[in-house]
Structures are given as structure tokens and as C-alpha cells.
């Protein structure tokens, strides 16, 4: 399984981009990255997948290295709302199988 | 299209007891995960379930075990309950094989277990 590291705090001011970084040096060449966030006391939320292009859907944008050793998603506007904890998760595709969490990333959007 | 539904969404139970948690999975979905969250940390795997059957397994005791059934939902059953096993239990559905590409794990908004 792959590792992952993220910063474990950052602050973003509402309105601006969000950019939170994962390093994932590791990860196997059929193995997809997945970013979920957990607001407080919630069960996590899935944002988005991808295995080496870059990705976006209607909630973020995920940027991932050609070497595919480190990803970047991006809330392009950030809001109040976006302040949960953000969790990088390199996983096999089609494969069924567990989620490994790490500690992830804490992000506090402030006014 | 309804969500992950989990239920209770709080129970509180003394050492000792068992206690039985439920899901029912996204529509469509056919495969129900479960984790386990402590304060603090991060969801951990516990096991997974596909055609009734437990496919994978974290490191668990065996106090927790689990079911499914033929309409796809889930139990997660714990036996002798120890005040470490306080945490919210969260349940997560997919598909598995109708998925080629993928298989998403949506979660649910968990159960709150207390143990005192």
C-alpha cells in the first residue's frame, strides 16, 4: 500500500483557491488517487479520483505529477463550508478493498 | 436517489454488552465496507462485504463480525463491548464488478458508539 504525506493544517481565506498538496512517492502504477473530506462528525465525502491525467468535476480539480509521485487538488473558491479535513487515498482500482486514511490534511477556510 | 443509510445514529452500551449496528447502501450499490473511527484519527478498515459474503478483512478481533443480505444491506456486530470500541462506525457502499473502472466508496453519516 501505498504512503501518503500531507501537511497536517492550512488556512485559506473564502473566496481565494484552496491548493492542498500529497505526496504519494510510492504509489503503483494501477493504483488511482482518491481524495475524500470529512467535515467534523460527518462521514466522509467523496471529491474526486484519478490515475494520471488531470481531473475536474463540479466540486474540484485534481492535478496530478507526470512521475504521478505527488497530487494537488484544488477548491478553485473556497468557502466557509469547504473547512473539513482532506484525506489523499492511493487505492487499486477495480479492485474492491479498503480505504487507507491518513491523517490528512485540516483545512480552515476563515472569513 | 437516497444515500448511505446508517442507523442508530447514537447508541450507548455498558462493557460487556453487544451491540448491532445497521446499513443500508446507496442505490444501485452492491458491495458495504465498514470502518471504524476513534476520536482523532482517521477512518480504519474493519471488513467488507460482496454477494454475502466477507471479501476482505482489517485487523480486527473477531468480536466484530458482520452480515449481509440478499437486499444488499449490512449488519456490523461487536461482542463484548471494551471502552475502546467507543468510536463512530461508519458504513461505505460501492459497486464491485458491475464497475469496471472503478468501484467509489460512498460513505454514510455513521453510528456514534459510547461504551461505558
Known amino acids: 500500500d501505498a504512503k501518503t504525506t500531507q501537511p497536517p493544517s492550512m488556512d485559506c481565506a473564502e473566496g481565494r483557491a484552496a491548493n492542498l498538496p500529497c505526496n504519494h512517492s510510492?504509489?503503483?502504477?494501477?493504483?488511482?488517487v482518491y481524495w475524500y473530506r470529512q467535515i467534523h462528525s460527518q462521514g466522509p465525502q467523496y471529491i474526486i479520483h484519478?490515475?494520471?491525467n488531470n481531473e475536474t468535476n463540479e466540486m474540484a480539480s485534481l492535478i496530478i505529477t507526470e512521475d504521478r509521485k505527488s497530487s494537488t487538488l484544488i477548491l478553485p473558491h473556497a468557502t466557509l463550508r469547504d473547512t473539513a479535513v482532506y484525506y489523499c487515498?492511493?487505492?487499486?482500482?477495480?479492485?474492491?478493498?479498503?480505504?487507507?486514511f491518513g491523517q490528512g490534511t485540516e483545512l480552515s477556510v476563515k472569513p | 436517489d437516497a444515500g448511505v443509510t446508517q442507523s442508530p445514529t447514537h447508541l450507548i452500551k455498558t462493557r460487556g454488552q453487544q451491540v448491532t449496528l445497521r446499513c443500508s447502501p446507496k442505490s444501485g450499490h452492491d458491495t458495504v465496507s465498514w470502518y471504524q473511527q476513534a476520536l482523532g484519527q482517521g477512518p480504519q478498515f474493519i471488513f467488507q462485504y460482496y454477494e454475502e459474503e466477507e471479501r476482505q478483512r482489517g485487523n480486527f478481533p473477531d468480536r466484530f463480525s458482520g452480515h449481509q443480505f440478499p437486499n444488499y444491506s449490512s449488519e456490523l456486530n461487536v461482542n463484548a463491548l471494551l471502552l475502546g470500541d467507543s468510536a463512530l462506525y461508519l458504513c461505505?457502499?460501492?459497486?464491485?464488478?458491475?464497475?469496471?473502472?472503478?468501484?467509489?466508496?460512498?460513505f454514510g453519516p455513521g453510528t456514534r458508539l459510547t461504551v461505558l
Open positions: 484519478g490515475l494520471k
Open positions: 510510492t504509489i503503483s502504477g494501477n493504483e488511482y
Open positions: 461505505a457502499s460501492s459497486f464491485f464488478f458491475r464497475d469496471r473502472v472503478t468501484d467509489t466508496q460512498y
Open positions: 487515498i492511493p487505492k487499486l482500482y477495480n479492485q474492491g478493498g479498503k480505504l487507507i
